[in-house]
């Protein structure tokens, strides 16, 4: 079992920064990739950010390309989405997740994971 614990999360202005951590606990070492997930009120949930818990390779989702960064710091199990430039459409509840499947669904994919986190909100004023 993996457990996930976010924080961070607030009411922040359009253009604010913001980061998020998310503190894995328990069997850790069986993580393949973590991933970052919103979903905003009507809509369905959707893919943010995700990376190895190697590191070697990060993916993007396209509205988030070049505002959101993945990272983390193995040595405190902790998985981080700095979130820059924010716009009003990223309001949203933001979870971290883990999935210890090297293959299978994308990685883009909430299927592919198998532990979630609580979530916490974000929400962007314009």
């Known amino acids: 079992q993996v457990q996930l614990v976010e924080s961070g999360g607030g009411l922040v202005q359009a253009g604010d920064s913001l980061r998020l951590p998310c503190a894995a606990s328990?069997?850790?070492?069986?993580?393949?990739?973590m991933g970052w997930f919103r979903q905003a009120p009507g809509k369905e949930r959707e893919f943010v950010a995700a990376?190895?818990?190697?590191?070697?390779?990060?993916y993007y989702a396209d509205s988030v390309k070049g505002r959101f960064t993945i990272s983390r710091d193995n040595a405190k199990n902790t998985v981080y989405l700095q979130m820059n430039s924010q716009k009003p459409e990223d309001t949203a509840y933001y979870y971290c997740?883990?999935?210890?499947?090297?293959?299978?669904?994308?990685?883009?994919?909430?299927?592919?994971?198998?532990?979630w986190g609580q979530g916490t909100q974000v929400t962007v004023s314009s």
């Open positions: 997740a883990a999935t210890t499947k090297r293959y299978g669904s994308s990685i883009k994919n909430d299927r592919r994971y198998d532990y």
């Open positions: 328990g069997r850790t070492f069986s993580t393949y990739a």
């Open positions: 990376n190895t818990w190697t590191g070697s390779r990060a």
